[in-house]
């Protein structure tokens, strides 16, 4: 009791000796989702109800009253505490927060899930749930408690406070969890896993692409850009199509796992390794890979020197290494993953012009024509017709050729932001304003 009510003192600063309200700030405001989607959030947990005698604003049930205005225009209402008894906590946000109970709560995440768009959940103990939808963030109307952060822990099997990385299982569902502490408070983001592996249709890879990468007998693979902007999903499905044309081995190591590879029904073998539970960490799973006789070998993320070095010692020795940065475009990913080697960069070009065979940085945009995003392309491919001149770019550093010749080489399989943007715009799949965000060359669009 004393941690939550000194979550509301955090929060409310002033709390008057005669049980009077202080005010808070007003925060932004927006309608639960589930709403307009006929889903009834759980009541609240019994002993709810009632508040200190003298302070009993109306409280209606979660998603009862549907509100028009969008996120822009809607206000955020007065936000007052009270006093309450024990084992019945609760603030008032706008006299619609609610605290859920038992497996209430679990059951409510679930069908929100469930939802179109949801992407990921952020968790506060004493504030109420945010989560984003299309990339937006969406305010919800029930309060996070510290016994929840506390369920979520053991099921986690961590301590409670503790910064981790983890996954999730609940309701049929996976979620990539990062714990963390922030001014003292615990709080948590889930980002939801898909259960099926999106097809090359869906992430919009290109067949020329997916033709080159099933054909690698070696070299380094990179996937870049932001984080949410659907890297996993492009790689995942691209290993699919790849396991279903051909008969090797594939040892996944990431931090945690996310997609879930079938073991049965593909010619190729997938082996899914987590960091922190099946291995130490990237370096050494790197180097315990290489002795398991693996066709390919990806990396979650190449994060330090090290792991940098192993990733293209084992693209050299004949394995396929995929992996991502987060990094904007091609030739900043190129040089991104130099930086680990600053001691010998001329060297280390000399490498990577050999070894660096595909480069596929991604950004997820709101469509026009539906709701919803769509993946944007800029594509690197060392590899067929354009091998020697993309080598020799990379070996001399010349970045401004290499940018050019991106942008305007789509026969060798080269293409950048600016010309997919073009392209999508053509098709109403994306507004011109969109468009111009990814355009190097201002008034073309």
Known sequence: MMRFFGVFMRYTRVVMPDNSFAELPKPSFMPDLLKDEGVKPPMPAPGME????????????????????????????????????????????????????????????YKLSMQKGISDFEFTEGLPLVYYRYGQLCHDSWLVTPDFMEAMCKRMSIKYGEEA????????????????????????????????????????????????????????????????????????????????????????????IEYIFPLEGLPSRF?????????????????????????????????????????????????????????????????????????????????????????????????????????????LVNYGTAGTAVSNQIARGDWKSLTNYVDTNSSSGQLSFKRCAEAMVKQGLISPDVAKRFNRTPGLI
Not at 337 to 357: H, I, P, Y
């Open 271 to 379: 082996l899914q390794r987590e960091v922190g539970d099946d291995v130490i960490d990237f370096p050494y799973g790197l180097r315990a890979a290489l002795r398991m006789a693996p066709k390919v070998i990806v990396v979650g993320e190449i994060r330090d020197k090290e792991t940098a070095e192993v990733a293209v010692h084992a693209s050299e020795t004949g394995h396929v290494v995929v992996s991502t940065l987060h990094t904007g475009d091609v030739v900043e990913s190129i040089r991104r993953l130099l930086v680990f080697f600053a001691d010998n960069e001329t060297g280390a070009r000399m490498v990577l012009s050999n070894t660096l065979k595909l480069v596929v940085c991604q950004a997820l945009l709101p469509r026009r024509d539906v709701e919803g995003r769509i993946p944007l392309h800029e594509i």
């Open 50 to 109: 009632k508040l200190i005698e003298g302070s009993k604003p109306a409280v209606p049930p979660l998603g009862s009253e549907p509100v028009e205005p969008p996120l822009e225009a809607v206000q955020a209402p007065e936000t007052r505490i009270a006093t309450v008894p024990e084992k019945a906590y609760r603030i008032v946000v706008g006299a619609k927060a609610v605290v859920y109970g038992d497996e209430k709560e679990w059951e409510y995440l």
């Open 165 to 256: 990385d983890r996954s999730l299982f609940g309701y049929s569902m996976r979620f990539r969890v990062h714990t963390f502490r922030t001014q003292k408070l615990f709080s948590a983001v889930w980002r939801l896993m898909p259960e099926k592996i999106m097809s090359i249709e869906d992430v919009r890879l290109t067949e020329s692409l997916v033709e080159g990468f099933c054909s690698l007998s070696t070299g380094l693979v990179l996937f870049c850009g932001q984080t949410g902007a659907g890297k996993s999903s492009s790689i995942a499905a691209l290993l699919l199509e790849r396991a279903k044309r051909k008969r090797e081995l594939v040892i996944t190591l990431e931090d945690p």
